[in-house]
């Protein structure tokens, strides 16, 4: 059975970091992109940022310079680090893995993604 497990959010003041963790069962990460979303309240989910099989990466623009994504093949989890945490950070943050053919370093799109974690919940605020 696919499931992605989000984990690691939490409350932190602006300027903190997180890292938030997605575990992987089911299958090899290392075979798909993996993206992580977010969703603000009274927002659409959007992207953040995605992992290529060959680990190239991308960003979207406001998160570039203060988000890190990265995988461990190992345990079979990717993780995306945050620095420099904004309250516009707020929100849910979640995991997905890419359907088919993912071109690394593109922007990446909702409806291409599928076996969508729970989320967790990251609040920047002091």
Not at 11 to 23: E, H, Y
Not at 50 to 72: A, L
Not at 92 to 110: K, S, W
Request: hydrophobic share 30%.
């Amino acid at each position: 059975q696919v499931q992605l497990v989000e984990s690691g959010g939490g409350l932190v003041q602006p300027g903190g970091s997180l890292r938030l963790s997605c575990a992987a069962s089911g299958f090899f990460l290392e075979y798909y992109a993996i993206g992580w979303f977010r969703q603000a309240p009274g927002k659409e989910r959007e992207g953040v940022s995605c992992i290529s099989s060959s680990e190239d990466v991308y960003y979207e623009e406001s998160v570039k310079g203060r988000f890190t994504i990265s995988r461990d093949n190992v345990k079979n989890t990717v993780y995306l680090q945050m620095n420099g945490l904004k309250p516009e950070d707020t929100g849910v943050y979640y995991c997905a893995r890419h359907y088919d053919d993912y071109v690394p370093g593109t922007p990446i799109e909702l409806t291409d993604f599928g076996s969508w974690g729970q989320g967790t919940q990251v609040t920047v605020s002091s």
